[in-house]
């Protein structure tokens, strides 16, 4: 099953702003391994076609997993705010 | 700014045991949750160990919204292209009263945040935390004196800190340290639906109970970490746990969510999902760093319970955090109660959570498990063993066009083979640590 049909299924609240900002220069320079892209359950890290790791923070399950794997601080990541994100039903 | 005697900074479950023990103490408290609702940004495995949870406000658990109580345990070793499924039911996970409950925690921590609200809490959703306030001290080192949520500041004779296991407020203030991949893993799963008799049969049950069944060996692929099952009334919660630093270190292509694909396409595993629903998928970090890395636990004017003080405990056949998190945030409540009546709020009034703690199966069974996260470092443990067991197994019953031979030489073989060597001797010898 793909993880967009996953995700789907699940109540997010959406906020107009960002709760994950990646700085591209540390990304570019420092990061050899692109861990985000290795441990994001929900696979919303990508490379772009500017060869630019990006991410859709909109599905994102809150879990934290590429803040805390991710080598450099290349990501500035917070919880949405209160109300908005991920707001699980049953889990 | 305005001040209430106490802040609890999260409602999951943690947050809302020690608003219920002290509001049911009369004092007054104001819970913040950043969810919609107490348990909106939750994820257990799951199941809750209720037994050490008894003793601890009795009054409350028979009107629990528990799943099923857990009356069968499997451990599936899973080799390659072979599994082995040990079972175990034991009268003594259900009699008296049963030990362990599968559990949702959507439904679990707004009957909590009910119970609490009900003693007097004030349990407010929607409300995330942005920073602890603390006073100005030599470098930066000076009491906790409340919060600050968007413009509103809120202050506080103490703060209870229950904000989870990514600790974020915590360690910006310098309270504890920043979550490293090394002493957490990643735990991610699906909520499937499944009618209730379907499950009974599935897992042989009777009405109403429940099994729980995790699963070690190759469906990690080397790394720390297994799956689990755990049968809730018309659900399964089905999912996966992988060390971080495991994770985050391989060289191949792989991403964390192909597991739990290949996971569900086992062989023995997805006949136990035919015409399953997938309900809901959710992911949380876990912290399996052991006792080691359990920060400091209170200061001048705050108190850690839960997750964000690294109360969790994965000792491979049994996994716990939940019942930790509430028995910290019982005896967080009972401290601050005591403090507050001394009006002493300073960390030497509070010291007594930690004695507390260190008295109750919270800190005592973190230590006696001292040695295991270490342990969990051995890919041995994850990939050779359920193999071998499974490649044992399944040559001791196959039967083939020619003679099989003796059974104890076919036995003795496969021991040569895989089991007597110096690696597993030396883990014979770290495993006596455990």
Not at chain 1, 48 to 70: F, K, P, S, T, Y
Not at chain 1, 81 to 90: D, K, W
């Amino acid at each position: 099953m793909q993880v967009d049909a996953k995700l789907a299924q699940n109540l997010f609240k959406l906020d107009k702003q960002a709760h994950i900002a990646i700085d591209q220069r540390i990304c570019a320079t420092l990061c050899t391994r692109r861990a985000c892209i290795a441990v994001c359950p929900a696979d919303l890290y990508e490379i772009n076609d500017r060869g630019q790791v990006v991410v859709n923070w909109e599905g994102c399950l809150e879990c934290g997993a590429c803040m805390i794997c991710c080598d450099n601080g290349a990501l500035s990541w917070h919880y949405p705010r209160g109300g908005y994100g991920v707001q699980y039903r049953l889990s | 700014m305005e001040k209430v005697e106490c802040i609890v900074v999260g409602g999951g479950l943690a947050g809302l045991s020690a608003g219920y023990g002290l509001a049911s103490a009369g004092r007054e408290v104001m819970v913040l949750e950043r969810g919609d609702y107490a348990g909106a940004k939750n994820v257990t495995g799951g199941r809750l160990y209720l037994s050490p949870l008894r003793a601890i406000y009795p009054e409350l658990w028979a009107e629990a919204p528990f799943e099923r109580p857990v009356a069968r345990e499997l451990v599936s070793m899973v080799g390659d292209g072979a599994q082995t499924t040990i079972e175990i039911a034991s009268q003594s996970f259900s009699e008296p009263v049963p030990q362990s409950y599968t559990v949702l925690r959507a439904r679990l921590d707004q009957w909590l945040a009910e119970r609490a609200s009900d003693k007097g809490a004030m349990v407010l959703p929607n409300m995330k935390v942005d920073a602890l306030l603390r006073e100005a001290g030599p470098d930066g080192s000076g009491r906790v004196i409340g919060i600050r949520a968007g413009e509103d500041e809120i202050g506080a004779d103490v703060v209870v800190i229950a904000e989870g296991v990514l600790g974020l407020l915590s360690s910006s203030a310098g309270l504890r340290a920043v979550p490293k991949a090394a002493h957490h893993a990643l735990g991610f799963k699906e909520v499937i639906e499944l009618p209730s008799e379907v499950i009974e049969d599935r897992w042989h049950l009777n009405p109403g109970e429940g099994a729980a069944q995790l699963f070690i060996g190759a469906l990690t692929k080397d790394m720390m970490g297994g799956g689990f099952i755990y049968t809730n009334k018309e659900s399964i919660s089905l999912g996966l746990v992988i060390g971080m630093e495991q994770l985050r270190s391989r060289r191949d292509d792989l991403e964390s969510w192909q597991l739990l694909d290949e996971f569900k396409q086992l062989p023995s595993v997805r006949p136990l999902l035919a015409g399953g629903t997938v309900l809901e998928y959710s992911a949380h970090a876990i912290a399996e760093g052991g006792i080691d890395q359990v920060p400091q636990l209170l200061g001048d004017g705050y108190l850690l319970v839960g997750d964000v003080a690294g109360l969790s405990l994965n000792a491979l056949l049994t996994v716990r955090g939940m019942d930790f998190a509430i028995a910290s945030g019982y005896h967080a409540a009972r401290t601050v109660v005591r403090a507050l009546e001394d009006k002493d709020t300073s960390a030497a009034g509070l010291a007594d959570y930690e004695s507390r703690l260190r008295n109750s199966f919270v800190l005592r069974d973190l230590e006696t498990s001292r040695a295991i996260p270490m342990l969990m470092e051995n890919p041995r443990l994850f990939s050779h063993y359920p193999d071998a067991v499974c490649r044992l197994l399944a040559e001791l019953y196959t039967v083939g066009p020619q003679p099989t031979g003796k059974l104890s030489g076919r036995i003795l073989r496969a021991a040569r083979r895989d089991f007597i060597s110096v690696a597993t001797l030396k883990d014979l010898w770290s495993f006596r640590k455990i």
